[in-house]
């Protein structure tokens, strides 16, 4: 095939991107921008998403959820060291929810107290110190000091819950108003109002509903309905709050609040792309925005003839993601991998029950430092010290032969639910002398013929920075009697085996052999976009630095590209290609 165009495209390439020193160092170090990977520091004794909190400008805490015994994990060094101490006898016990999931608490500056919330229907405590005297708030919206010696009856009777599940309190319009986001999983999310300092409470007026999705392909049955939940607010500066939430959907969906948090606009999706999963939203000391999920899609539904009731398998909950804006969100940078989940590949992923990298909170660490700790499971839960530079980067390379398969997301489903909505897995990639091998898989197991569900294509899915425009280059070669292999650039993780990757990415194309490309020979795919418009944004191909193809964008993105998914494209067993090298660039 021969492109005339493809002599000015060229050019523009060079342009684009002039002679680095190493990839993404410009010959100006001065444009250079490097950060240090995230450090883990610790494993935190309760989930993500509740129990984190600064104490002092070197303490930190991050209490445990646990029903025997009283204690948090604490760094008296600004987050750097972690020892495990008892709580004092004066601090709450968790007298309901879940031993796994730790309360919310916040400093509210405006009346010098923490407040304290069970994530589900809990009491209200409050406290000007962490180690000091907790008051619960009572039903007529007085303080109770003598909570630990009532009996259980009556601390249900004259002490004041919040209904549903709750995440962390926040204070708004100048610490006036006290917020509670809470959910009820079909109808919605809303909050808790309190407009003196946490004694009194009532629900705001709207409740954000979000529509379920609809079954159509890929899908060949329902999803689990969330109808927007899990909600996480920060106030803008423009007065508005901004709300997003876990949905059913594709995306998370944002609502946004001109008074307040009593009522809220039409629910619509947001930037960032997750489901079933929870996202925090807040702002760091130096004003910037930040958000933390699992930019993860699940594979398509299968034929599993289930209601909406529950899920049938999680498939999108290994990874974790971080942004920031410095623009009150209307654009976001980053969209990286904070970490893969150490078990993604196991075949044991079933035990133990949700072994999801979802769910997260932070605690600014000053200096472009942040923490974060994230995870919900015992196993997997981590505390990382991120370090804002790395967000902020603008190029990522790995090769195979000298970095293994660690940055890589490679594993295939055995479709059989097994364990708490999982699947167990199993390498639909291999390490081997020469690379990472890609091929359509002779494994039965990876079949659930009612579900019509087939997982035996093999892939892999990598991250780099977002970007509109950028430049991917793939060093590869087809081993003899390979049916080819999708290459695909993606605003989102897909997993590795799912086949509908290639018509969900932002560009895709097949290579497989013919006159360009040869079996058993190396050679160097670049991928140059420019754009991610649906129909007029293009992505020029070149093969050994030769014009090959230009492609079109098949969807839109919200944000840019972040992911290279690789898939094998037979649809029967064969030697498929070997990935040896991967670079990624953007503007």
């Not at 920060?234 to 307040?260: I, N």
């Not at 133990?352 to 919900?376: R, T």
């Not at 390379?397 to 660690?406: H, P, Q, S, V």
Request: proline share 6%.
């Amino acid at each position: 095939m021969k492109f005339p165009s493809l002599l000015i495209t060229v050019s523009l390439i060079t342009a684009l991107y002039p002679a680095t020193t190493a990839l993404g160092q410009s010959a100006n170090p001065k444009k250079t921008i490097q950060g240090v990977k995230p450090i883990e520091r610790a494993v935190p004794p309760a989930d993500g998403g509740r129990g984190l909190i600064r104490v002092s400008p070197t303490e930190i805490r991050h209490y445990s959820g646990d029903k025997k015994r009283k204690f948090y994990l604490v760094s008296k060094d600004n987050g750097k060291t972690w020892e495990e101490q008892d709580a004092p006898e004066s601090y709450p016990p968790n007298f309901g929810g879940l031993a796994f999931e730790a309360p919310a608490i916040t400093w509210i500056p405006s009346i010098k107290h923490f407040i304290r919330v069970q994530p589900i229907g809990g009491f209200v405590f409050m406290a000007p110190n962490l180690d000091g005297k907790w008051k619960a708030v009572r039903k007529d919206g007085k303080w109770e000091e003598n909570w630990a010696t009532m009996s259980d009856a009556d601390r249900k009777a004259q002490l004041l819950t919040l209904g549903s599940i709750m995440r962390s309190p926040i204070a708004v319009n100048q610490g006036k108003r006290i917020l509670v986001p809470a959910h009820d999983m079909r109808s919605g999310s809303y909050c808790h109002i309190s407009d003196d300092g946490g004694l009194t409470w009532k629900r705001s007026k709207d409740t954000i509903k979000v529509p379920q999705l609809e079954v159509k392909p890929p899908h060949k049955g329902p999803r689990w309905y969330n109808a927007g939940v899990e909600p996480s607010i920060v106030e803008l500066k423009d007065g508005r709050l901004m709300c997003l939430m876990r949905t059913s959907q594709d995306q998370h969906w944002q609502s946004f609040s001109k008074d307040y948090g009593n009522t809220w606009s039409k629910p619509e999706p947001s930037p960032f792309f997750g489901t079933l999963t929870m996202i925090t939203v807040g702002r760091l000391n130096d004003g910037r925005l930040i958000a933390l999920w699992t930019s993860t899609a699940p594979l398509p539904e299968g034929k599993h003839g289930g209601s909406d009731q529950w899920e049938n398998g999680f498939t999108n909950r290994d990874s974790h993601h971080i942004a920031l804006s410095s623009d009150e969100g209307k654009t976001w940078q980053g969209f990286r991998e904070i970490c893969l989940n150490s078990s993604r590949n196991a075949s044991d992923y079933v035990a133990g029950g949700d072994l999801g990298n979802h769910q997260g909170e932070f605690v600014d660490l000053g200096k472009g430092k942040i923490l974060v700790s994230l995870g919900q499971n015992a196993r997997h839960r981590r505390i990382y010290e991120i370090d804002s530079k790395w967000v902020y980067e603008k190029s990522r390379a790995t090769d195979l032969k000298k970095d293994g398969l660690n940055d890589w997301t490679y594993h295939a489903f055995i479709p059989k639910v097994a364990g708490h909505c999982a699947y167990n897995r199993k390498p639909g990639a291999t390490l081997e002398e020469d690379g990472m091998h890609i091929k359509f898989m002779d494994d039965a197991s990876l079949i659930n013929e009612k579900e019509e569900l087939d997982y035996r294509a093999g892939g892999a899915t990598w991250n780099f920075p977002s970007g509109e425009t950028g430049r991917v280059t793939l060093k590869f070669k087809l081993l003899p009697d390979s049916k080819g292999l999708h290459i695909s650039l993606a605003d989102r993780l897909f997993n590795a085996c799912d086949t509908s990757a290639p018509d969900l990415s932002i560009y895709s194309l097949i290579i497989k052999p013919d006159k360009n490309i040869q079996t058993d020979k190396e050679y160097t795919l670049t991928m140059t976009w420019k754009g991610v418009k649906k129909d007029t944004s293009t992505c020029t191909v070149l093969i050994d630095n030769k014009p090959y193809k230009v492609i079109k964008a098949q969807n839109t993105s919200p944000h840019g590209i972040n992911y290279l998914h690789l898939l094998s494209a037979a649809q029967e067993p064969d030697n498929g290609a070997v990935i040896i090298s991967a670079k990624a660039i953007v503007k």
